[in-house]
Protein backbone atom coordinates (compact mmCIF):
# COMPACT_ATOMS: atom_id res chain seq x y z
CA UNK A 1 0.00 0.00 0.00
CA UNK A 2 1.40 3.22 -1.19
CA UNK A 3 0.20 6.59 0.58
CA UNK A 4 0.35 9.87 -1.29
CA UNK A 5 -0.37 13.39 -0.22
CA UNK A 6 -0.61 15.97 -2.39
CA UNK A 7 -0.02 20.05 -1.38
CA UNK A 8 0.52 23.42 -3.43
CA UNK A 9 -3.28 23.82 -4.67
CA UNK A 10 -5.24 27.13 -4.87
CA UNK A 11 -6.25 29.98 -6.82
CA UNK A 12 -4.25 32.13 -9.26
CA UNK A 13 -4.23 34.45 -12.37
CA UNK A 14 -4.63 33.24 -15.93
CA UNK A 15 -0.74 33.32 -17.00
CA UNK A 16 0.31 32.97 -13.42
CA UNK A 17 2.22 29.81 -11.72
CA UNK A 18 1.49 27.29 -9.05
CA UNK A 19 3.71 24.23 -7.62
CA UNK A 20 2.22 20.94 -6.27
CA UNK A 21 3.99 18.76 -4.13
CA UNK A 22 2.99 14.75 -3.20
CA UNK A 23 4.92 12.84 -0.69
CA UNK A 24 5.30 8.85 -1.20
CA UNK A 25 5.23 6.50 1.29
CA UNK A 26 7.16 4.30 -1.17
CA UNK A 27 10.28 5.39 -3.66
CA UNK A 28 10.06 2.58 -5.85
CA UNK A 29 7.21 3.59 -8.35
CA UNK A 30 6.68 5.81 -11.52
CA UNK A 31 4.47 8.26 -10.04
CA UNK A 32 2.34 10.80 -12.24
CA UNK A 33 -0.37 13.51 -12.25
CA UNK A 34 -4.03 13.22 -13.37
CA UNK A 35 -6.73 15.64 -13.28
CA UNK A 36 -10.24 15.51 -13.06
CA UNK A 37 -12.28 19.08 -14.17
CA UNK A 38 -16.19 19.47 -13.38
CA UNK A 39 -18.09 17.43 -15.19
CA UNK A 40 -14.86 15.94 -17.05
CA UNK A 41 -13.53 12.76 -16.69
CA UNK A 42 -10.50 12.23 -14.95
CA UNK A 43 -7.19 12.84 -17.36
CA UNK A 44 -3.27 12.18 -17.53
CA UNK A 45 -1.12 15.21 -16.56
CA UNK A 46 2.37 14.07 -16.47
CA UNK A 47 4.34 11.17 -15.37
CA UNK A 48 8.06 10.46 -14.27
CA UNK A 49 9.79 7.47 -13.41
CA UNK A 50 12.28 7.03 -10.39
CA UNK A 51 15.08 7.61 -12.98
CA UNK A 52 13.34 10.87 -13.92
CA UNK A 53 12.47 10.23 -17.10
CA UNK A 54 8.99 12.18 -17.74
CA UNK A 55 5.83 12.36 -20.56
CA UNK A 56 3.58 15.17 -20.91
CA UNK A 57 0.03 15.17 -21.82
CA UNK A 58 -0.24 17.73 -24.88
CA UNK A 59 -2.27 20.36 -23.38
CA UNK A 60 0.65 20.74 -20.68
CA UNK A 61 3.00 20.19 -22.65
CA UNK A 62 5.97 23.19 -22.38
CA UNK A 63 3.80 25.13 -19.75
CA UNK A 64 4.33 21.84 -16.81
CA UNK A 65 7.10 20.23 -15.56
CA UNK A 66 7.46 17.33 -13.04
CA UNK A 67 10.18 16.69 -11.22
CA UNK A 68 11.50 13.99 -8.15
CA UNK A 69 13.18 13.68 -4.94
CA UNK A 70 13.80 9.93 -4.54
CA UNK A 71 15.64 11.08 -1.23
CA UNK A 72 12.81 12.42 0.08
CA UNK A 73 10.06 10.16 -1.85
CA UNK A 74 8.83 13.74 -3.15
CA UNK A 75 7.31 14.63 -6.49
CA UNK A 76 6.55 17.66 -7.97
CA UNK A 77 4.65 19.69 -10.64
CA UNK A 78 5.72 22.98 -11.65
CA UNK A 79 2.65 24.19 -13.51
CA UNK A 80 3.33 27.58 -15.53
CA UNK A 81 1.43 30.12 -17.87
CA UNK A 82 -1.86 28.64 -16.24
CA UNK A 83 -5.11 28.96 -18.34
CA UNK A 84 -8.68 28.61 -17.15
CA UNK A 85 -9.11 25.25 -18.68
CA UNK A 86 -6.25 24.27 -16.08
CA UNK A 87 -8.89 24.29 -13.54
CA UNK A 88 -9.47 20.99 -12.20
CA UNK A 89 -8.73 18.50 -8.92
CA UNK A 90 -4.90 17.38 -9.41
CA UNK A 91 -4.18 13.91 -8.05
CA UNK A 92 -0.96 12.43 -7.57
CA UNK A 93 -0.69 8.94 -8.66
CA UNK A 94 1.61 6.10 -8.21
CA UNK A 95 2.07 3.16 -11.02
CA UNK A 96 2.63 -0.55 -9.91
CA UNK A 97 3.74 -3.12 -12.61
CA UNK A 98 0.55 -2.24 -15.02
CA UNK A 99 -0.12 0.73 -17.16
CA UNK A 100 -2.35 2.35 -14.94
CA UNK A 101 -2.39 4.26 -11.47
CA UNK A 102 -2.30 1.66 -8.58
CA UNK A 103 -2.95 4.54 -5.85
CA UNK A 104 -3.83 7.66 -5.46
CA UNK A 105 -3.83 10.92 -3.27
CA UNK A 106 -6.61 12.73 -2.32
CA UNK A 107 -6.58 15.51 -4.43
CA UNK A 108 -5.89 19.06 -4.06
CA UNK A 109 -7.29 21.85 -5.95
CA UNK A 110 -6.03 24.28 -8.57
CA UNK A 111 -8.39 27.06 -10.01
CA UNK A 112 -7.17 29.53 -12.61
CA UNK A 113 -9.44 32.77 -12.99
CA UNK A 114 -9.45 34.94 -16.47
Known amino acids: QVQLVESGGGLVQAGGSLRLSCAASARAYTLGWFRQAPGKEREFVAL???????NYADAVKGRFTASRDNTKSTVSLQMSSLKPEDTAVYYC???????????WGQGTQVTVSS
Open 93 to 103: AAYGSGSRPDY
Open 48 to 54: ITRSGGT
